[in-house]
Every structure is written in C-alpha cells, then in structure tokens.
T-cell receptor, first 115, second 119 residues
Framework: AQSVAQPEDQVNVAEGNPLTVKCTYS??????LFWYVQYPNRGLQFLLK??????LVKGSYGFEAEFNKSQTSFHLKKPSALVSDSALYFC?????????????FGPGTRLSVLP | DTEVTQTPKHLVMGMTNKKSLKCEQHMGHRAMYWYKQKAKKPPELMFV???????INESVPSRFSPECPNSSLLNLHLHALQPEDSALYLCASSQGFSTGNLATNEKLFFGSGTQLSVL
C-alpha cells in the first residue's frame, strides 16, 4: 500500500528565511507525488507534482520540491518565506490500486511564517 | 472556469434531519470525489465517481448517500447523521481516466467545502 509521512506537525520560520516542509513516501512501483496547501476553512490547492523527469520540480507561488529516490523523500521548499505562506501543507501520493483513483494524504504540516 | 463550487458553505442539522450537499464543476472532468476532513487532519476519501458511475465506496455508512446526476454535478445526501459526522466535506474533481489506464499526471481540483455541524 502507498503511504506518505510528514514527520513535523509544525514548522516555524521567520519571514524572508528559506523554508522546508518534509515528506517521505513508501510506494510499490513508481511514485506519483503531490503537494497541496490548505488555508483556513478552504479546500486544498494544488502546488506541484512529481511524475517523472527532473528531480527538482517547480510549482505555484514560488514553491519547489526535490525528489530523492534513494532517501524516498519529496521535501517542499521555498527560498524566501512570506507571512502569507502560513497554512496547512499536505504531501500526497497517487494510490495505484483502483486504477489510481485515490490520493493518499500525509497527516499535514502546519507552517507558520513569523513577521 | 477552473472552479469546483460547493453549496452550502455551512450547514447545521439535527440527527433526524435530511439534507443534501451539492458540488458542481464545468471543467469537463469525468471523475468526482467526496472527502471528509476533521479539524487538523488530512482528507479521507469517501466516494469516487468515474464517468458518472460509483467506482469507490470506502465503506462509508449508509446514512451518507452519493448521487451523480450528470458529469458536472455531484450530490451527497445526508440522513440520520451522528454528531461525530461533523466535519468539513470536500468535493474534488479530476480529468478522469479510461478503464485500465492510470492517468498519473492528474491533479485534484477541490471545492472550498461544506462545514457540517450535527447537533
């Protein structure tokens, strides 16, 4: 079965500093990995995805993620954090069972960017 | 139009009430999803419709009844809910996938959700 882990419940970073939100995965076969962000009382918004190709994936709002096969990681990064980046971040993997009709989400990491 | 629209945004209902949640998209997507999300937790899949047919039911209690009247609409009918069913209910859609093929590059488009409180 596919699964993702986000080892940190909460990440605090000062505005202007680089940020990293960690994700590790466990999959059978090729991983199809995604990052989503959720602002309070809203649905999830897609940030970026890794399917194949370059290990560094660029996404929305200046975010990027680095796929590392040997470490089974897919960490989300941003060079300079903004207060408006404060939100709940979910790593997700496409579930290849049921023809990939499900996404398995990690537990989420709350990012707080302090002014 | 890249939106998934959910109504109502908020709903308070008693345990004997019958209500419905509605979801609509006009992106031509052929897969639609219901997720349940408790506070500070990840979304949990409830149902998936593919080409208007129910393809996944994640052992959801029968007090939740999904309906997909056409490719743009998805409903969730609620009856005799329990207080523990209080949660944010999220609808999502994606392009869809042919039987037997894995559309691996698909992403989900989420609505803003219905915040449901069961008293």
């Amino acid at each position: 079965a596919q699964s993702v882990a986000q080892p940190e419940d909460q990440v605090n970073v000062a505005e202007g500093n680089p940020l990293t939100v960690k994700c590790t995965y466990s999959v059978s076969g090729n991983p199809y990995l995604f990052w989503y962000v959720q602002y309070p009382n809203r649905g999830l918004q897609f940030l970026l995805k890794y399917i194949t190709g370059d290990n560094l994936v660029k996404g929305s709002y200046g975010f990027e993620a680095e796929f590392n096969k040997s470490q089974t990681s897919f960490h989300l990064k941003k060079p300079s954090a903004l207060v408006s980046d404060s939100a709940l971040y979910f790593c997700a993997v496409r579930d290849i069972d049921n023809y990939g009709q499900n996404f398995v989400f990690g537990p989420g990491t709350r990012l707080s960017v302090l002014p | 139009d890249t939106e998934v629209t959910q109504t109502p945004k908020h709903l308070v209902m008693g345990m004997t009430n019958k209500k419905s949640l509605k979801c609509e998209q006009h992106m031509g997507h052929r897969a639609m999803y219901w997720y349940k999300q408790k506070a500070k937790k990840p979304p949990e899949l409830m149902f998936v419709y593919s080409y208007e047919k129910l393809s996944i039911n994640e052992s959801v209690p029968s007090r939740f009844s999904p309906e997909c009247p056409n490719s743009s609409l998805l409903n969730l009918h609620l009856h005799a809910l329990q207080p523990e069913d209080s949660a944010l209910y999220l609808c999502a859609s994606s392009q869809g996938f042919s039987t037997g093929n894995l559309a691996t590059n698909e992403k989900l488009f989420f609505g803003s959700g219905t915040q449901l409180s069961v008293l």
